[in-house]
């Protein structure tokens, strides 16, 4: 079988040649925020989607937000348009979640690094333009941790925000050594975010 094109009303977890959602290993984990919007990844078409409170009956079925293919629901692009803070590249699982001030929070596996969406109040969602990045120096960069440094990551799997605005991010490695849980503390990040800052190394590894 063969992708179905990408639009508001698709998704593609299994691959090219993949055979459905519920045959591979490889999954989304979908978030939802106070508003009741849920949040899935769609990683063959290195995308995230956002249903408006998809349990109202009032809305339908048909995404309403996209983020990683610069506002369009009908590319599946890599990167597309560039490495950039609103370009994605997932590869493998994609983490996500919301914190307690709506802000998103993706685990760009493929560009070794989380990036952090601002709510935006006039909308009432994320922009889709990140403010903040973890794992790398700016938004232009990709470059994969090779040592135990704390300003680097590899392939972010996951990332989780708690109420206090600590930033847990799960990192796979070619070895179980490699593979590290690490911790950004909601001081450490709140600073740098003041501070105009694009990106802060991580406070401890767990």
């Not at 959602?21 to 999954?27: G, H, I, S």
């Not at 989304?28 to 989607?49: I, K, Q």
């Not at 440094?149 to 490699?178: I, K, M």
Request: charged letters at 20%; aromatic letters at 10%.
């Amino acid at each position: 079988p063969y992708k179905t094109p990408p639009s508001a009303s698709t998704l593609s977890l299994a691959g090219q040649g993949g055979l459905s959602p519920r045959e591979t290993v490889l999954f989304s984990n979908p978030v939802v925020d106070a508003r009741h919007n849920v949040y899935v990844a769609d990683n063959f078409n290195y995308r995230v989607l956002m249903y408006k409170d998809p349990f109202d009956p009032a809305n339908d079925t048909a995404a309403d937000e996209v983020w990683g293919q610069g506002g369009d629901f009908t590319t599946a692009v890599r990167n597309k348009g560039g490495l950039s803070a609103n370009s994605l590249s997932f590869d493998g699982m994609v983490g996500l979640d919301v914190d307690p001030q709506g802000n998103l929070w993706i685990a760009d596996s493929g560009n070794h690094r989380v990036l952090r969406f601002p709510f935006d109040p006039a909308k009432g969602r994320p922009r889709t333009t990140a403010d903040f990045v973890l794992g790398q120096t700016d938004f232009n960069q990709w470059t994969a941790r090779g040592d135990d440094s704390f300003d680097r990551l590899h392939l972010p799997l996951a990332v989780r925000v708690d109420a206090q605005g600590n930033v847990y991010v799960l990192e796979w490695g070619d070895q179980p050594a490699a593979c590290r849980l690490m911790k950004w503390s909601g001081a450490s990040v709140a600073a740098a975010i003041a501070s105009g800052k694009k990106t802060v190394a991580a406070t401890a590894k767990l």
